[in-house]
């Protein structure tokens, strides 16, 4: 990779020397770095899982793309999934939203299988996808967007409304813009519509493909204090994310996927001290950090 120091940013722990490239890809780790990881408590370790994905396989014509992961996800919990370009995240966001097809495996959602149902009523049940690059419509207003997201809800304008309120008090700034095209907000802002908009589904789990792509740091900061907030208020979350340390920071446990497999789960703690975490996640060990 031969990253050099000017291309890294100190990622702003304390005590910590865990560099990042600016776009929050992990490049060397400390063996000091778990002083300043510290998981937030899992009060929702006990509790059962609200998605389970069962040896779950995914592949597009010669290409497998997932090969057999189990995971899963207690309700209330924030668990995050990391993995390098190509090791199957979005193809697992897809899997569970409906949206691609498994050869093989179990999804579960609240104790019903849902392998077979069509995206919609998984929606309907509370399975909400934050797409990767937010798929969010430049052309139409903040508002137009919005309402896509209240698709289970429309017939019932009472209702849309209600919900479309309570969500803009969460994002003040897409009130202020809501007449604005979509094309027209910061990366940091249709991030916070593409959030937004599947939030009016009121989901019971929030599935987010890299919610930090492409965004500066401190916006990233921004996004993740609200995934933070909406999970602390009941909300389910399940992120996938290529920066190790962002997906890190915020859940209460993790998985790391590569090649299709998951190849190490843990809390954030546990695994940033493991001398596994960097063979897990580029397929290698180490033997040096060649550019510090
Ligand atoms: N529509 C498709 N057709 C064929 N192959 C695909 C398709 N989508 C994904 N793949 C392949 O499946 C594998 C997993 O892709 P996926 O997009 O799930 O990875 P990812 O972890 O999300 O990667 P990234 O970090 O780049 O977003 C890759 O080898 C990819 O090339
Ligand atoms: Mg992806």
């Known amino acids: 990779m031969g990253l050099s120091v000017n291309q ?3 990622w702003g722990f304390s005590d910590t020397k865990i560099f990042f490239t600016s776009f929050g890809n992990c490049v060397a780790i400390d063996n000091n770095a778990s002083r300043g990881v510290a998981s937030p408590p899992n009060a929702q370790a006990g509790k059962p899982p609200i998605l389970s994905i069962d040896n779950l396989a995914v592949s597009y014509g010669a290409v497998a ?3 057999g992961v189990s995971i899963h996800v207690n309700e209330g919990e924030l668990v995050s999934v990391v993995g390098p370009n190509g090791a199957g995240k979005s193809t697992l966001m897809h899997a569970i939203s409906g949206t691609v097809r498994p050869d093989a495996g179990e999804i579960t959602f609240a104790g019903q299988s849902i392998s077979t149902l069509p995206t919609e009523t998984r929606v309907r049940k509370g399975i909400a996808l934050v797409p990767e690059g937010r798929g969010v419509f430049p052309a139409l207003t903040v508002a137009e967007n919005l309402l896509i997201g209240a698709v289970t809800r429309l017939g019932n304008q009472a209702a849309v409304r209600i919900a479309t309120e309570r969500v803009l008090d969460f994002f003040p700034i897409l009130r202020e813009r ?3 095209p979509a094309g027209r907000l910061s990366g940091g802002e249709q991030q916070q519509l593409a959030i937004a908009r599947a939030l009016l589904s009121e989901p019971r789990i929030l599935l987010l493909d890299e919610p930090s792509l492409g965004l500066a740091v401190r916006i990233i900061d921004e996004v993740y204090l609200i995934l933070e907030q909406l999970n602390r208020d009941g ?9 190790v340390m962002r997906a890190f920071a915020a859940a209460q446990r993790t998985y790391v996927l590569r090649n299709g497999l998951v190849e190490l789960e843990g809390r954030p703690h546990d695994l940033v001290s493991s001398e596994r975490l960097e063979a897990a996640y580029f397929g290698f060990a180490r033997q040096q ?4």
């Open 289 to 292: 950090s060649p550019s510090l």
């Open 8 to 10: 890294l940013i100190h």
């Open 235 to 243: 909300v389910s979350v399940l992120v996938v994310e290529q920066s």
């Open 178 to 180: 809501q007449g604005q």
């Open 65 to 67: 793309a997932l090969r």
